[in-house]
């Protein structure tokens, strides 16, 4: 059977992409599959340190689709977690070396090869987004629950809907005492601007800044509560679509309680 | 908590509210490539139209933007009070 290629985008920088991508690749390698995470970063890869994997690179995406090297060199296996495989992106390169003709030659190999690909595309929608987009059979749109990214994730899925995409969305870093106090968006109110299927929500986690400064991927901390919201959404791609999503929930006292009922927090 | 409760008092919109109406209003914005004059002078027309046949409280009147999955709605709401008599037909003389 033939792979799936998910692209994940969010228009906005920084709202976590890479995370995201990252930690969900090395979910669903974890529930048994064969998974490839590609950088389309070019010029600015992350995924690699993210992962772990920045002292193993010698060939890179670009050299794959330029036909300099064969897919099978490209791709660094992690030995940490079984089936999970990156191709990173160049550093030298600008964007505009990739071509979507190359892209979806690329993509059509590794869909022989692997059960899913996660495509972590760059920020802003321009050529390096294109390129992301152009093979993908499925999209994930990364947001935060702050109005810039929410107001970019309406662009990007707008772009995603023109090329017949239907995204799901994650909400990220949301921080559930602030949406209890009615200082930020709660999950409901972005679901209601951006009208778009949810599959996740990610509470604030320090153990991410951890994880990335380690290199150690985020879902094999098993404390970390955006560890276990990846592995839940990972669960949910791999079709067990009957896994509930799980609403980050406060530390609650008895005042917050208290004034839960008395209704003053909306 | 004590927070909702001033802000339950005062009557003030939250942070979130507030977010949340800027966005909706800059996805418009956005699409339409309109800015908030034009909204502004479109609701004042409206209201203009709309008072020739009704007496309406323009102090009520809410602008709202309503989205669908490929569409969204301005949606004008407004109490009216009572029916204009003479519907917004001025006397006219008659033609010779």
């Known amino acids: 059977m033939e792979g799936k290629i998910i692209v994940v985008t969010s228009g906005k920088g920084g709202v976590g992409k890479t995370t995201a991508t990252a930690s969900i690749g090395a979910a669903l390698a974890l529930e048994g599959n064969r998974v490839a995470v590609i950088d389309m970063d070019i010029g600015l890869r992350n995924l690699d340190v993210v992962l772990g994997l920045e002292n193993r690179i010698v060939f890179n995406i670009v050299d794959v689709v330029n036909k300099r090297c064969n897919l099978a060199q490209a791709l660094i296996r992690d030995r940490r977690i079984e089936n999970l495989f990156l191709v990173p992106a160049s550093q030298s390169d600008n964007k505009d070396v990739l071509t979507a003709i190359g892209v979806q030659r690329v993509a059509k190999m590794l869909k022989s090869e692997f059960d899913y690909i996660l495509m972590d595309s760059p920020a802003g929608i321009e050529k390096g987004f294109e390129n992301s ?74 153990q991410v800044v951890v994880s990335t400064n380690t290199g150690m991927p985020l879902v094999m901390h098993n404390q970390s ?10 669960k949910r791609l791999n079709g067990e679509v009957d896994i509930p999503i799980k609403v980050p929930t406060a530390r609650t006292g008895v005042w917050d309680k208290i004034s839960q009922k008395l209704g003053l927090n909306r | ?78 109490p009216i009070l009572c029916v204009k008599k003479n519907r917004g037909f001025k006397p006219q003389e008659s033609k010779k």
């Open chain 1, 133 to 206: 987009v152009v093979a993908a059979d499925e999209a994930i749109v990364i947001c935060t629950p702050d109005v810039s990214s929410i107001r970019d994730a309406d662009r990007v899925i707008g772009l995603l809907y023109s090329r017949s995409i239907t995204p799901k969305l994650i909400v990220n870093r949301i921080v559930p005492e602030m949406v209890a106090r009615g200082d930020m968006l709660s999950h409901e109110d972005v679901i209601d601007v951006l009208s778009i299927d949810l599959l996740g929500l990610v509470p604030m986690d320090n």
């Open chain 2, 1 to 78: 908590m004590l927070h909702g409760l001033m802000r339950k008092f005062s009557g003030k919109q939250s942070p979130k509210e507030t977010a949340k109406k800027r966005l909706q209003f800059a996805l418009v914005y956005d699409k339409l490539e309109i800015n908030d004059t034009t909204l502004t002078s479109l609701q004042n027309d409206i209201v203009e139209v709309i008072s020739k046949y009704f007496e309406i409280d323009t102090k009520a009147l809410q602008l709202e933007v309503q989205r669908d999955q490929d569409l969204s709605a301005l949606v004008f709401n407004t």
């Open chain 1, 225 to 234: 509560l955006a560890g276990q919201a990846f592995r839940r959404i990972a």
